[in-house]
């Protein structure tokens, strides 16, 4: 691409990265005989932060790759009310159930993936790139990257299928 926008968001909200172990999985060779906790599998909140890129080789006729402001409507709906101040659960955790029977006075946001900081920011990949398919704009404009940052020094990127 060659131009590219970035549109940045902040959103609050709850999770349980129920698939965690540290003793399993590609880093566990790094731990050498340290016995981690599993801190992810408790209950726990981040203040996210959103980095939307996109790009086109082209500029619209108003010298955009796209309005900012149309970045930010395609996304309002999701951020803003569906997902800030939720607790992102996925439907396959163990404790879905009890949740969804105890606390349903929370504002559930349910997911079918362990809701990861990568798997975030794929979902809002995703979501994004069915907006601009509708609106028939995938055409001229490609989703770069999506960034999650789940704290000041931690985050996830997804670029999608290239």
């Known amino acids: 691409m060659r131009y590219e926008i970035t549109k940045k968001f902040k ?14 999985g590609k880093g566990a060779k790094l731990m050498g005989n340290e016995i981690p906790p599993n ?11 959103l980095e939307v890129t996109v790009g086109s080789d082209t500029l619209n006729e108003q010298e955009m790759v796209i309005d900012f402001y149309h ?17 992102i659960i996925d439907k396959n955790d163990p404790l879905y159930p ?21 798997a975030i920011a794929k979902f809002i990949y995703e979501f994004l790139e069915k ?11 490609k989703i770069v990257s999506i960034t999650v940052w789940e704290t000041e020094t931690g985050k996830a990127t997804y670029k999608g299928e290239k």
């Open 131 to 141: 907006k601009l398919e509708e609106a028939g704009l995938l055409e001229d404009i």
């Open 71 to 87: 970045i930010k409507a395609a996304l309002k709906d999701l951020i803003d009310n569906q997902i800030d101040h939720s607790f």
């Open 11 to 24: 959103f609050e909200a709850g999770h349980r990265v129920w698939k965690q172990n540290l003793m399993a």
């Open 39 to 49: 801190p992810c599998l408790n209950i726990h909140g981040h203040s996210y932060k």
């Open 98 to 118: 009890k949740f969804k029977e105890d606390f349903g006075f929370l504002k559930l946001f349910i997911v079918d993936f362990c809701p990861t900081a990568e």
